[in-house]
């Protein structure tokens, strides 16, 4: 059921983070990858690990903000694949700054990354699932895509709420074509980026901690499961839906007081 042999599954962010862990668990359940980043280096090391496996991982270095770029990049899934079965929106970053002061400049790279980027990736992507009839697309959402964060992130929630509608929109036009098209909702998951602002600010560690009930950040690995799960056919009917990962944070309110081990 979670069979992915004989599939084509294109990742972009796929050099660390969710995307390289995406990617590897994609390849791990048999299929075949696009791995796309702006970070060559990064997309080698991961196509090596999948390459030992067997697996055929081409390295396609791409600025996925840059919709000329991605337009190029399919032509060269054509050429080396000729199908795709799966694509996974990972790639992208925010920005931070408070709504009184963020450059407009900002809000538009932000957007560029996060939406028109996912959106132009979908495009492409959907019109050859549709020409074939089948197919899977995820975006990589964020619970900032259905609430609010505080503390600078105007502009990178402003996008990861397009993204939601994207995801919603999509999957209304293209489920009755054989193309599904979900969204998942990290809440904090652990990257360098994260990493340098809790360094910065050793209380906010806590402070993320203290609103998930699981009671422990995220890891790039907590991907991989449902990655597997969203790009087979063991989700065949699953489509629009905005899945949170995020140890229960989402379902928590502000006020609640969790549980904890005593
Ligand atoms: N980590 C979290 O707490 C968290 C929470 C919610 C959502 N997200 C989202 O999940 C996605 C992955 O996050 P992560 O923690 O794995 O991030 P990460 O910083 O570890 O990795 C992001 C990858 O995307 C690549 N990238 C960024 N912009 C790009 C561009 N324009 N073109 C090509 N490559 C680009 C980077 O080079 C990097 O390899 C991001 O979209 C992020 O916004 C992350």
Request: overall charge neutral.
């Amino acid at each position: 059921m979670f069979d992915l042999t004989g599939k084509v599954a294109l990742v972009t962010g796929a050099a660390q983070g969710m995307g390289r862990a995406m990617a590897l668990a994609l390849a791990e359940a048999g299929a075949d990858t696009l791995l796309v980043d702006r970070n060559e280096e990064g997309l080698r090391a991961t196509g090596a690990s999948i390459e030992g496996w067997g697996r055929r991982a081409v390295v396609a270095p791409c600025d996925v903000s840059d919709p000329a770029r991605i337009r190029e990049l399919f032509k060269r899934l054509d050429a080396e694949f000729d199908r795709i079965d799966f694509l996974g929106n990972v790639a992208g970053d925010g920005i931070l700054a408070s709504p009184e002061e963020v450059s407009l400049e900002d809000v538009e790279r932000c957007w560029r990354n996060l939406v028109l980027g996912r959106f132009c990736m979908c495009q492409e992507a959907g019109r050859r699932m549709l020409a074939a009839g089948r197919g899977s697309i995820v975006n990589i959402g964020s619970l900032a895509s259905i609430t609010a964060l505080g503390r600078g992130h105007i502009a990178y929630s402003m996008a990861m709420g397009g993204v939601a509608q994207m995801t919603r929109e999509l999957s209304t036009e293209w489920a009755g074509r054989g193309v599904r098209v979900n969204a998942i909702l990290p809440a904090q998951v652990v990257n360098p980026g994260l990493e340098k602002r809790m360094s910065e600010n050793p209380s906010l560690r806590d402070k993320y901690i203290s609103g998930i009930p699981a009671g422990r950040l995220g890891q790039p690995d907590d991907i991989r499961g449902l990655a597997v799960f969203l790009a087979s056919d063991a989700s065949s009917w699953i489509t629009g839906t905005l899945i949170p990962m995020d140890g229960g944070s989402l379902a928590a309110n502000a006020g609640a007081t969790m549980g904890r081990k005593k």
